[in-house]
């Protein structure tokens, strides 16, 4: 099951909307059913960002660019 945690700056569509969800409760909801291949791919999705099916629900993640200071690049 995911937490609150693992969702951060990503914004996270449901079903091919055109608005972001805004409660991250709807997403860990859904996720207390996935087994652990699902999970791991809407972890991999978090992270990179992307869109996949698990159950019948379709997820697209938009992965927001990290700031980088100007001495870091």
Known sequence: MLKKQAIRQQKIYLNKSSEPIVQKDEV???????NENEEFLFR???K???SANIQGTHFRVAVQEKM?????M
């Open 68 to 72: 980088y200071k100007l001495k870091d």
């Open 28 to 34: 860990i909801l859904l996720s207390e059913n996935w």
């Open 48 to 50: 990179q960002g992307g």
């Open 44 to 46: 991999k999705l978090l």
